[in-house]
């Protein structure tokens, strides 16, 4: 007959010094050439560019957009219209005409920095 006060069998991870667990390595069967080449994620490519599992396209490959720009700008805004509320003793409301001048002001600096930064990517791609 068994004994129901039996003693757990101990698990097969390790402490180290300082108390991380390392956990074994791979036990089972090694993986086919098809699940090891997986990738298994986006790529991040932006719209219009052409993407393959192995490259990610840069930030500067591609030139800027008015779109990107006026989303960038509205994130900007609502970060600064959230920064004069908590700073201003005023109402919020007092502040909300703030924001489309803002979004004015910032849609086209954001638009004309991120193409003076494709530019000079550019310029250091055909230099190469």
Request: hydrophobic share 35%; proline share 6%; glycine share 8%.
């Amino acid at each position: 007959m068994a004994r129901a006060t039996r003693r757990r069998r101990s698990t097969k991870h390790r402490g180290n010094a300082a108390g991380m667990i390392e956990a074994r390595g791979r036990t089972g069967r090694k993986p086919t050439a098809a699940e090891k080449g997986s990738g298994g994620g986006r790529t991040g490519t932006p719209k219009g560019a052409k993407s393959t599992s192995t490259t990610r396209v840069k930030r500067y490959e591609l030139p800027p957009t008015w779109k990107s720009a006026l989303w960038r700008g509205a994130a900007a805004a609502v970060v600064v219209y959230v920064i004069v509320t908590l700073l201003s003793k005023k109402s919020p409301v007092v502040n909300l005409p703030w924001l489309p001048i803002i979004l004015l002001l910032y849609t086209p600096m954001i638009y004309y920095t991120d193409l003076w930064m494709y530019r000079r990517a550019q310029r250091k791609k055909a230099a190469r």
